[in-house]
């Protein structure tokens, strides 16, 4: 079983920034994707950012040079720097696990807030 914690959510004015951290622990593969999904009120879960386990990254179109997805393989930890925030941007922001054993394997953490207000 894997476990994903996530940190770094909170209140920022508009055009701030905040690092989204999730650790990631238990018996996971070696070959992973991990990443950030964000859903705001009345919306369905939307894709920000996935980075592989080789580091090869897919952002949403909406987001690119604003947003930057980084991990640390060693720590099992994903990163999500958020720069020049919009009220839009606010949402829970969900860290995500997958990986392939013969049938594919999703993980989520509980989420955390960003909210994006003057």
């Known amino acids: 079983q894997v476990q994903l914690v996530e940190s770094g959510g909170g209140l920022v004015q508009p055009g701030g920034s905040l690092r989204l951290s999730c650790a990631a622990s238990?018996?996971?593969?070696?070959?992973?994707?991990m990443g950030w999904y964000r859903q705001a009120p009345g919306k369905q879960r939307e894709l920000v950012a996935t980075?592989?386990?080789?580091?090869?990254?897919n952002y949403a179109d909406s987001l690119k040079g604003r947003f930057s997805i980084s991990r640390d393989n060693a720590k099992n930890t994903v990163y999500l720097q958020m720069n020049s925030l919009k009220p839009e941007d606010t949402a829970v922001y969900y860290c995500?696990?997958?990986?392939?054993?013969?049938?594919?394997?999703?993980?989520w953490g509980q989420g955390t807030q960003v909210t994006v207000s003057s």
């Open positions: 238990g018996s996971t593969s070696s070959f992973n994707t």
């Open positions: 995500n696990l997958n990986y392939y054993r013969l049938v594919r394997f999703d993980y």
């Open positions: 980075i592989n386990s080789g580091g090869i990254t």
